[in-house]
């Protein structure tokens, strides 16, 4: 008789004893995965930041782009840094005072002082006035010299042609030539509305080239007693901010097309009269007055004439006035240093 099957009891707990395991297994390997995880993470942040750090020391051994400072720093010019700063310094001064008094440069004295430097406005087609006042009032040749020697100089003034080179220039250089008494003003071109900017012009090539004490401006239209207008400029000597002449003032002509047309008319206000200003016929500043001319040029605005456009440059600064009726060329006074040619 065959017996049933029968059934262990131990067979019931084999299935858990697996399940044990298996859950065992994944922990492992959830740790061993966590830890992977983790150790991956923490060797990206071991290189960053190695990373960053080699990127700093490349940084701070880079070449950076050196001040001016730095480079002074490095080549040992603190001296030359200091005196370049004051040098700077000296400028901003000379710029704002404008060589005014007190302000007056220093000559080295190797150099020669003169009296005055006498400029004579003239044009292209006034060589027969240049001819009569050679034979006249002004020296020449030898007597010109000796005349630099007393410590007084007299150019013609002149600039270029608008046509550098042409006709007109070459006839001024050969008339120069023979005659050395020119003073040519390379940057300016000669006509009719640039005087304003003449003489500007003057004033400043004229300092540049001569230490004077005076520097004069004179019409071609006008004779000078050359001996009363040294006498006069001798006893003026040595004085700062001095703006001579004819003082004048007057309407301003405010209707284009008429005789002294001011194109700037209406910055003269309701009553349209010009600012008190010495006749052009025959100016003379001081040295550090032309200074500041030559110094501020560009800055310096020109109206429609060049005496009233110097007039306005004088009313700014500390110029002294000096209203001397010796100058009005159209007077009758009979000791006058200048007359109407």
Not at 104 to 132: E, H, M
Request: hydrophobic share 35%.
């Amino acid at each position: 008789m065959e017996s049933l099957p029968t059934t262990k009891r131990g067979g019931a707990r084999s299935k858990p004893v697996q399940t044990s395991k298996s859950s065992l297994v994944m922990a492992f390997f959830s740790c061993v995965a966590w830890l992977y995880v983790a150790g991956r993470l923490w060797q990206d942040a071991e290189n960053r930041n190695l990373l960053a750090s080699l990127l700093k020391k490349n940084s701070a051994q880079r070449p950076k782009v050196l001040t001016v400072e730095d480079k002074l720093m490095v080549l040992g010019c603190r001296d030359l840094e200091r005196r370049i700063v004051e040098a700077e310094m000296e400028l901003s001064l000379a710029k704002s005072q404008g060589y005014l008094k007190g302000q007056g440069q220093k000559s080295s004295s190797s150099d020669p002082r003169f009296l005055a430097v006498i400029g004579v406005y003239t044009g292209f087609g006034s060589k027969l006035k240049r001819n009569i006042f050679r034979g006249s009032w002004m020296p020449r040749g030898d007597a010109l010299k000796k005349l630099e020697e007393r410590g007084v100089v007299i150019r013609f003034v002149i600039g270029r042609s608008a046509n550098r080179g042409d006709s007109l220039d070459r006839n001024i250089d050969e008339e120069n030539r023979t005659t050395k008494d020119f003073l040519i003003l390379e940057g300016h071109e000669e006509a009719q509305e640039e005087l304003p900017k003449k003489v500007k012009t003057f004033f400043s090539t004229a300092v540049q080239n001569w230490d004077a004490d005076f520097y004069v401006k004179v019409d071609d239209g006008i004779d000078i007693d050359l001996e009363g207008l040294i006498e006069l400029l001798d006893r003026r000597r040595g004085q700062d901010g001095a703006y001579v002449g004819c003082m004048k003032s007057g309407e301003v002509i405010s209707e284009e097309g008429k005789p002294w047309y001011e194109p700037d008319w209406w910055k003269f206000g309701d009553e349209k009269s010009y600012f008190r200003h010495a006749a052009g016929s025959l100016v003379i500043i001081s040295k550090n007055l032309a200074q500041y001319i030559n110094i501020n040029s560009v800055s310096l605005k020109t109206y429609g004439y060049d005496d009233t456009s110097l007039g306005s440059w004088m009313m700014g600064i500390q110029a002294t006035y000096i209203d001397d009726s010796r100058l009005c060329c159209s007077s009758i006074r009979q000791d006058k240093v200048c007359s109407l040619a």
